[in-house]
């Protein structure tokens, strides 16, 4: 069976809707290259949406060349970690509508709350009643590698957890950019997770930068990020150091030791986290160069 992956698929879609692609082509004043990107990303995107498992409402990670989604659920944390290399928020606005899976499409974020759901049920240190902020995110609920052996339990990994932090950093990025959020019944689960007291959502509802509810849904999604980076350090060896993966029981470190994409994920993660623009849109505006050389709307 020929297994295509949705994580391939939205990196390909993503290195070639990129801006240094897209710039490159501009600058070299190469418009069919340029024609051309975006041509691909187009065709790209429809194989994308054949991922869409509305009946589970989550996209599925491989489907088999006759489009039924495989044996696994098909839940799997790639799906949300690869649109964080893909969708420059920051300067690909111009690409609204080409672009097939920035970090705030519908199906992406119902995805990911259905991953932090499934490994907040699964993994033992994510119980709500011990109280833990932050839910430690593992590969997909199948997995059975523990860092030694196959055919074992798999558990949460401190790169996927940090991935999620740097998920919801980008979704902050978003949402101040576009200056609006917009709930739709496929997404409702996600905001329906975030951390707020009061806030309700209805399918349908557009909150607009000004809108008490957008300020407090770009706030929980800092707040999230940081919980996301506050369980991985909760777990850090006495040392300093991370390991492939934390116990699902205990938390331990286990597998691979000291990787090195951990401490590169935090560092970006805990970069991005430090230069998050303020909600206010005046305040944005004075703390961004970018923002402030911006013609008004």
């Known amino acids: 069976m020929i297994l295509y992956a949705l994580y391939a698929e939205e990196r390909c879609s993503g290195e070639l809707r990129s801006t240094e692609g897209a710039a490159l082509a501009t600058r070299l004043e190469d418009a069919g290259a340029a024609r051309w990107y ?148 496929t997404n409702l689960p996600f905001f329906q997770r975030l951390p707020l007291e009061d806030a309700r959502f209805r399918p349908g509802e557009e909150l607009l930068l000004g809108d008490p509810r957008f300020d407090e849904v770009v706030d929980a999604l800092r707040r999230k990020g940081d919980a996301f980076l506050g369980r991985v350090h909760r777990h850090i060896n006495p040392g300093g150091s991370l390991s492939e993966q934390m116990n699902r029981f205990t938390g331990h470190q286990q597998g691979a030791p000291d990787l090195s994409m951990n401490y590169a994920a935090h560092v970006l993660a805990a970069g991005m986290s430090g230069h998050l623009p303020v909600s206010s849109r005046e305040r944005y505006r004075r703390a961004s160069p970018r923002a402030r050389a911006a013609p008004p709307r």
């Not at 080409?98 to 993994?123: G, H, K, N, R, W």
């Open 38 to 185: 975006l041509e691909q990303s187009r065709a790209l995107g429809d194989a994308l949406l054949l991922h869409w498992d509305p009946g589970r409402n989550h996209l599925v990670a491989t489907r088999d060349q006759d489009g039924r989604p495989s044996p696994r659920s098909g839940l799997d944390s790639s799906v949300v970690v690869a649109t964080l290399g893909g969708y420059a928020t920051e300067d690909d606005l111009h690409l609204e509508g080409i672009c097939p899976c920035p970090v705030d499409q519908e199906q992406v974020l119902a995805t990911a709350a259905a991953l932090e759901s499934t490994f907040e049920a699964m993994y033992p240190i994510n119980d709500p009643s011990r109280r833990i902020a932050g839910i430690a995110i593992g590969r997909y609920p199948e997995d059975g590698y523990d860092g030694y052996r196959a055919d074992s339990l798999g558990n949460p990994w401190p790169s996927l957890t940090i991935g999620f932090a740097a998920y919801c950093y980008k979704l902050v990025e978003r949402y101040l950019r576009l200056e609006r959020a917009v709930v739709t019944a």
